[in-house]
């Protein structure tokens, strides 16, 4: 290295170097380049020379004003892009010096190719990544406005005002395919002239000999043209009654098979579409089709939920007609052979399960008229905390709370409500807290007054709520674990059936716990009555309107007479109930009607029987809790009681000569020769044969 000259090592140092080296003098000519130089622009030093450096750049007017500022500075910086001879475009980057020498100016360049295809390819993935945003904002935009409706017409308005948002345009047309899939039919639309809503909603489309509707029905995507006029695809009718310059179509799918489509229209510009915002909208076409199925199912689901609350319905009622035939005939039974203790102890068993059986199927019936809304209240002022006290007197009566210790505090306030279903209300509650409490443990009723809130709170001391239960304890058929020798067992469905009802009383029903082992306690609001006595719940309906009797089938009421007459018979003295001999219609008889048959044993043809207070027809005996009224046979005809005697109906105590007041809690013989049964609320009823 020392023995080369100044020279000589400027020039190795040149040839070395991976920048680009220029040398030009005043009029842009070359006069040297080192090696790099040439590789950039692809011609030799000898070929460099002599031309200028204009050639390898873009012709631009600005290109002599600013050499001249270059000149002024005496230096610059800056990206150039060169075209080479066999016109290949470099990306450069350069540093330039003037009059590093007298009459010579320096440049020296790097090409900065690779880092500009960097850059762009960072700048597309960037523009992705906004269009993607975007797209997911636009469909998350989507899925909110139709999270809140499962109607088909409201589904298909809102997506067509979101894809006009999206894409600027002038009018959107949502269209459902017939059953036949031959022609769309029009269900919403968005921003629609009005001179044109007429022909909108009257003229459907046809698929079939469209060739642009065909080619998207049968591709399963988006078609679009810019130039109506011009397009053969075009059905010239449609376009006459629509005209316009742009038009879009996207199909609807549901399981990718097409049922519909959006027509998006641009009046007079010209619009064309790129890839992603046909994308873009065939993706919220696909969420309507979503939705629209989701619509389909749930009115399926809503479908087969009434199919099964009326099967239940069915089955309850089904069910609870024997269970009074049955307790009437052991009825029979008790007097033929009272002595016999064995038979006497089994029909006891017998009579135990038959009203266990027959609270299981109100019970059943309630949760079926809840479901159905069929719950008709009665209401009026009542103090609460005097029925809280007969539901907890009733519970130490029985007898199944004799191992707890049950207290209860009160203070009075009124509120609106029927007495009967309150009842029902705190009678499951202290059902369920005597269940899950074992013996040792304490039960606390409490009723409060909390503003204008009617408070009842029911706690104990039992096993406790599990922490992921307590938003499930009030669903149809959700039960806790519970031990293998629990005392007492049930359907799942006394506090579902409670909620219900505190809700037709405008009320909440809550439960909290701290964890297994702690109890729990559930705690009912109510509103405080007003001044003003509150009449029934306007539009409760009964539970079965009076038409419905006429489905009803008569062998099984039938059955309940004879067992009933064969309970007088057995009395000691003949008595013939209603339904008895002759009046019983046969089995299988033409008239099934358990309505005619009714009004057979009343006498007149075509009287109504009335519903009892939960809406079963009395002449069926349904309805433990039905609230119906005794009866005494006066002159030939059955006369009602007045409304204040309830009294339980035959299948919990089938005794036709006695009547067991509820509010008196033992037997009492009719006075007199009279004959005490239970009746419907119909007036008076004529009796075949003497009393």
């Not at 002449?619 to 809790?625: A, F, K, Q």
């Not at 007041?661 to 419907?680: E, S, T």
């Amino acid at each position: 290295m020392d023995s080369l000259s100044s020279e000589q090592q400027s020039e190795a140092l040149l040839a070395a170097a991976h920048d680009a080296v220029l040398v030009v003098d005043d009029a842009r000519t070359f006069v040297d380049a080192n090696p790099a130089a040439c590789r950039l622009l692809g011609l030799s030093v000898a070929e460099l020379r002599g031309r200028r450096f204009d050639e390898f750049l873009a012709p631009t007017p600005e290109l002599e004003t600013a050499w001249q500022a270059f000149l002024r500075s005496g230096e610059h910086r800056g990206e150039l892009q060169l075209i080479r001879p066999d016109g290949e475009s470099r990306h450069v980057e350069y540093s330039a010096t003037a009059r590093f020498m007298a009459g010579r100016h320096l440049a020296i360049l790097r090409d900065i190719a690779d880092r500009k295809r960097g850059e762009a390819e960072t700048s597309e993935l960037r523009e992705r990544e906004q269009l993607r945003l975007r797209e997911t904002e636009t469909l998350l935009a989507v899925s909110r406005a139709l999270s809140s409706t499962l109607d088909p017409t409201e589904t298909m308005r809102r997506v067509s005002r979101e894809i006009a948002l999206a894409l600027g345009a002038d009018m959107v047309g949502a269209y459902l395919a017939d059953a036949g899939r031959t022609r769309l039919s029009p269900v919403a639309g968005y921003r629609v002239p009005r001179d044109m809503l007429d022909a909108f909603r009257r003229i459907p489309i046809p698929i079939k000999n469209h060739p642009a509707i065909e080619e998207a029905w049968t591709h399963r995507r988006a078609v679009w043209t810019d130039d109506m006029p011009g397009d053969p695809r075009v059905d010239p009718e449609i376009l006459k009654t629509f005209p316009h310059q742009s038009d879009l179509f996207v199909p609807i799918r549901i399981k990718d098979q097409p049922v519909g489509g959006f027509f998006v229209i641009w009046w007079t510009a010209r619009r064309s579409f790129t890839e992603w915002e046909i994308r873009l909208v065939q993706g919220i076409s696909d969420l309507a089709g979503i939705f629209l199925e989701n619509a389909q199912l749930y009115r399926q689901t809503t479908d087969d939920s009434r199919a099964k609350d009326e099967f239940l319905a069915t089955l309850s009622h089904e069910l609870r007609n024997p269970l009074g035939a049955i307790a009437n005939a052991v009825a029979a039974l008790d007097r033929r052979a009272a002595d016999e203790h064995a038979a006497v102890r089994l029909r006891q068993i017998i009579h135990r399960q038959a009203r266990h059986l027959a609270r299981l199927v109100d019970d059943l019936l309630d949760v079926a008229r809840a479901a159905a809304g069929k719950i008709a209240l009665h209401v009026q002022p009542v103090d609460l905390s005097e029925v809280a006290a007969a539901c907890v007197a009733s519970l130490r009566a029985s007898g199944r709370a004799e191992r707890l210790r049950v207290s209860f505090r009160a203070q009075s306030v009124m509120v609106s409500a029927d007495a009967t279903r309150l009842a029902q209300i705190i009678t499951n509650m202290l059902d369920n807290a005597v269940k899950f409490t074992p013996a040792g443990g304490a039960i606390d009723v409490d009723v409060v007054r909390e503003g204008q809130k009617a408070v009842l709170r029911v706690r104990d001391t039992g096993v406790g709520i599990e922490p992921e239960m307590l938003p499930r304890i009030f669903e149809l058929f959700a039960q806790a674990q519970q031990p293998m020798d629990r005392p007492v067992g049930g359907l799942g469905i006394g506090l579902t059936l409670s909620r219900r009802l505190v809700e037709l009383h405008n009320g909440t029903i809550t439960a909290a716990s701290d964890g297994p082992g702690r109890g729990a306690e559930f705690t009912v609001r109510l509103p405080v009555a007003s001044a003003v006595p509150p009449e029934a719940r306007p539009g409760a309906q009964p539970s079965h309107p009076r038409h419905r009797g006429q489905r009803r089938r008569p062998r099984l009421a039938a059955a309940a007479a004879r067992s009933l007459g064969a309970s007088c018979r057995r009395g000691g003295r003949r008595r013939r109930g209603p339904g008895a001999g002759a009046g019983t219609p046969p089995r299988g008889g033409p008239d099934r009607s358990g309505a005619a048959g009714a009004r057979r044993l009343r006498g007149r043809a075509g009287a109504p029987c009335e519903p009892d207070r939960q809406g079963d027809y009395s002449h069926r005996g349904h309805g433990i809790r039905s609230g119906r009224r005794p009866a005494t046979v006066e002159g030939g005809r059955v006369r009602c009681a007045p409304r204040e005697a309830r009294v339980a109906d035959p299948a919990v105590e089938p005794d036709c000569r006695v009547v067991i007041a509820r509010r008196l809690g033992h037997h009492q013989r009719p006075a007199g020769n009279a004959l005490a049964v239970v009746a419907p609320r119909c007036g008076s009823l004529p009796l075949s044969g003497k009393t």
